[in-house]
């Protein structure tokens, strides 16, 4: 199976260039899907930026352009570039959840 996945991160301030990292979109086959970080990635951001995030997060998890993020998700949130799975993985969303984001303690 090809997959490939590609970070989202939201722009905290874009004079310093500060920005927290949101979760990854993963694509396999024809499916597109968001897998989020840990909220405890957010846990130094204040109240309205964790708000933000959250919102934002809710925007990407009903995404289904791997290329384009949501027009709601607004200018403050960015991705970075795709980059592809080993071909020998099967589960692209575990994959991505358990070594990327370092979530398979948190399940």
Known sequence: MTARYRPVWLVLDPFTGSRVLLGLKV??????????ASEQTWSALGARDTALALLVVDELRTATAFEDLPVA?????VQGDA?????????????????????????
């Not at 694509?27 to 989020?36: I, K, L, P, T």
């Not at 998700?73 to 949130?77: C, F, H, K, L, S």
């Open 27 to 36: 694509e396999a086959g024809q499916r597109c899907s968001f897998v989020s």
């Open 83 to 107: 980059a592809e799975l080993p071909a020998s993985v099967e589960d692209a969303e575990r994959w991505v959840a358990d070594r990327l984001l370092g979530l398979a303690d948190a399940a």
């Open 73 to 77: 998700a607004g200018p403050q949130v």
